[in-house]
């Protein structure tokens, strides 16, 4: 830890403004989740991470290498050049690792454009990518309606009932809901996909981390709003659970460990293998040991579009 402070002082000496704070807003949880868990290995990887990121972007910054169409336009909040192809590119490559790490398969790569225009989505989206992510209702809407039909959209954040009509209506080709966290909510759905003739794949959300302010179920909750879904909603199919973690979007150990348990109990409670149930759990500041213990969906965003800006109204 004391050498990873070293590295931010360097950094800060070689690299000032705007880079450097996308690189310190980018890394700073992954280094405490680190820190915490023992994984001095991860530390290294991190830094390592670093360290090209700086040389990439100081290179392609004096080559004119970076897309125009990752500048913030005028008027907007001005947020660093990025590269999103390459930031695909490397999350890709360490998913792949971090699999191997773990032994298992790599996970889906949601890339979450939350905030993002669409010109950066279409840029993940030239390099082949399909899978991709919102968190409001009104931005993903305006977003599909304008890009190609075979994106597999996921719906990350959370859903008002009353606000469920426009996210089904606006959004076709929604694959996956990752957010049902009431049997309300899930009745809600139902009766819409019934309306409208089509089915959903959902995900129950789960409060692993037990803070008042994050949205989900209870744990000792989840396998029965499950049993729920798949009883009492024929129009819609039970995937399995998300969650979302700590307070600083990263995840302990035991927060991966809860949705395991959630995914045991849900199998035995309504006859389903394990292996069936998804695990959507990891995001920028922990995809990696979330996919060491056995993730099947990370969901991705600042580390392949860079940190989001928001505009002061």
């Known amino acids: 830890y004391l050498n990873f402070e070293a590295q931010k002082r360097c950094c800060e000496r070689e690299r000032g403004g705007s880079l450097r704070a996308l690189l310190w807003v980018w890394i700073e949880p992954m280094m405490v989740a680190a820190v915490r868990q023992g994984q001095t290995s991860l530390i290294a990887r991190k830094l390592a991470t670093v360290g090209r990121t700086l040389a990439g972007r100081g290179a392609a910054r004096a080559g004119g290498l970076l897309p125009m169409s990752t500048q913030a336009s005028s008027g907007e909040a001005q947020a660093p050049t990025v590269n999103v192809a390459q930031g695909l590119l490397d999350v890709k490559r360490r998913v792949e690792e971090a699999a191997k790490r773990g032994g298992g398969k790599p996970p889906r790569l949601v890339a979450v454009g939350k905030t993002k225009p669409l010109e950066m989505v279409m840029e993940a989206y030239n390099t082949g990518h399909r899978f991709f992510g919102e968190n409001y209702v009104q931005e993903i809407v305006e977003k599909a309606g304008k890009a190609p039909d075979d994106i597999q959209w996921h ?136 996919i060491e213990m056995g993730s099947t969906n990370v969901r991705v965003g600042s580390t392949i579009f860079g940190a989001r800006v928001y505009n002061n109204k």
Not at 244 to 264: A, H, V
């Open 155 to 290: 719906f990350i954040g959370h859903l008002q009932s009353n606000k469920a009509k426009a996210l089904l209506q606006g959004v076709p080709n929604l694959a996956t809901l990752e957010t049902v966290d009431t049997a309300k909510l899930a009745d809600r759905l139902n009766r819409l996909c019934g309306e409208l003739n089509r089915t959903l794949r959902i995900l129950v959300q789960v409060n692993t981390s037990g803070e008042e302010s994050k949205h989900g179920v209870e744990p000792q909750d989840a396998p029965a709003l499950a049993a729920h879904v798949v009883s009492q909603c024929p129009n819609l199919t039970f995937g399995g659970f998300m969650t979302i973690g700590m307070p600083d979007y990263t995840s302990r150990p035991e927060n991966f460990e809860c949705l395991q348990r959630c995914r045991k109990q849900a199998a035995e409670e309504i006859g389903m293998e394990e292996g069936d149930i998804e695990l959507s759990m990891g995001m920028s500041g922990d995809f990696e040991a979330a």
